[in-house]
């Protein structure tokens, strides 16, 4: 076992860790039967978080075409952004050409003409950014009807979705279905997805979201998932129980297998693309988020899994936000706590402003939520918008401080 209490306690045995992915090992191949491309030689290198750092989310449904992409970059720049947490891949599909997971409905599961990620990385460089590969990590599919490519995982690999103790995956609808990160060939999966994209591009990190069981919307989905065979087999192999024997303890395993697929991810990262950055956005209270999504964000940071978590503390009460920030703070003292701004919900500038100055305080680091809250995106990239413009002028302002 890895841990057994909530995240404001819990520690990592890093011996474990350093056993369950050796430095040495390469990941099997995936769909398609090809491993990870490797690295060509003559790389740019990584930059390392900066400080203060300022970075914007920007969504895979914020990008289309080429123009799209430079003129994000060009936006977040003027705005005095110094990251772009640029979103590669969704619901098992990918922004970029892959032998591992197809094209993203975004662009209706086929090549669009053009590297959107090679595109944003040289962009984002060439402008001075930071460019962090966005990765949701534990959803394999999304909406009420199943994908129409049968390469994507949710027909590929039915067995690697979270199932109940009848071996019924989670029903279709408006939101995630997800991966079963139990499964060592799930976390693998997952490993080599971001090894592909580390292994091809300049990135100077990957970004982490939805590294937890993302069961929103289900529900007693904590009580029903995973319960398949095979889950309950691994579980008693490793404890010698029965989920019910001890729900304490299978809460634990469980988030335990969340901070595996963590590790093997920070361990595919340092083989393949050294210097680079781990980072990962967080439930906004992290009690909460280790109680009913078995996340251990704090834990992860104590244990050097990742560089800096990204609490998505979004509200549009100063209060709610600096509570779950300072949460954080106190969970992983002296560790980089970067705050999420849900900018989307502020649209006042004296609310915006009263975050920012807030993160001003904790010594100048925020993240925004997201993109599409500070500029129009979609068929009228130059519409005007009063929120928006708010938004940009106390951000721009927070920026220059």
């Avoid at 001075?128 to 949710?154: D, H, S």
């Avoid at 809250?373 to 940009?392: C, E, I, K, S, W």
Wanted: with cysteine; proline share 9%.
């Amino acid at each position: 076992m890895l841990n057994r209490m909530p995240p404001a306690r819990a520690t990592i045995g890093l011996a474990l860790l350093t056993l369950l992915v050796p430095l040495g090992c390469r990941s099997g191949p995936e769909i398609g039967g090809a491993g990870p491309r490797l690295a060509p030689a003559g790389r740019r290198p990584p930059r390392p978080l900066p400080s203060p750092m300022r970075a914007i989310w920007v969504a895979r449904y914020h990008y289309r075409t080429p123009e799209d992409v430079r003129r994000i970059m060009a936006r977040c720049a003027a705005l005095g952004a110094n990251t772009v947490l640029w979103q590669v891949r969704g619901e098992g599909t990918v922004a970029y050409p892959s032998r591992l997971e197809p094209w993203s409905r975004e662009f209706d599961f086929r090549d669009p003409g053009y590297d959107p990620l090679a595109l944003a990385v040289s962009e984002a460089h060439r402008r001075g950014l930071r460019i962090e590969a966005w990765v949701n990590v534990m959803p394999g599919w999304r909406g009420r009807t199943p994908p129409p490519v049968k390469r994507q995982l949710y027909h590929a690999h039915p067995d690697w979705f979270v199932a109940d103790a009848r071996g019924r995956r989670q029903p279709l609808g408006d939101f995630y279905v997800i991966l079963n990160p139990c499964r060592p060939e799930v976390r693998r999966h997952i490993a080599n997805v971001v090894t592909e994209i580390v292994a091809n591009y300049d990135v100077d990190g990957v970004h982490l979201d939805y590294v937890r069981f993302a069961w929103d919307g289900i529900p007693n989905a904590r009580a029903r998932f995973p319960r398949d065979a095979q889950t309950l087999g691994l579980y008693r192999r490793e404890t010698g129980r029965t989920p019910d024997e001890d729900p304490a303890a299978w809460d634990a395993w469980r988030a335990d297998q969340v901070t595996r697929t963590v590790a093997e991810v920070r361990q595919a990262v340092r083989r393949t693309r050294p210097g680079a950055t781990l980072t990962a956005a967080v439930w906004n209270d992290p009690d909460e988020g280790y109680r009913d999504y078995l996340q251990n964000g704090p834990a992860w940071l104590r244990g050097g899994l990742v560089d800096a978590l990204l609490p998505m503390a979004y509200s549009e009460r100063l209060a709610a936000f600096v509570a779950d920030i300072e949460a954080y703070r106190s969970a992983a003292p002296g560790r980089r706590i970067v705050p999420g701004v849900g900018v989307y919900k502020l649209d006042s500038a004296a609310g915006l402003e009263a975050q920012l100055a807030a993160c001003a305080r904790w010594g100048g680091d925020w993240a925004l939520f997201s993109y599409d809250a500070l500029f129009p995106t979609g068929r009228d990239p130059n519409a005007y918008d009063a929120v928006q413009d708010l938004r940009r002028r106390a951000v721009a302002a927070a920026a220059r401080e």
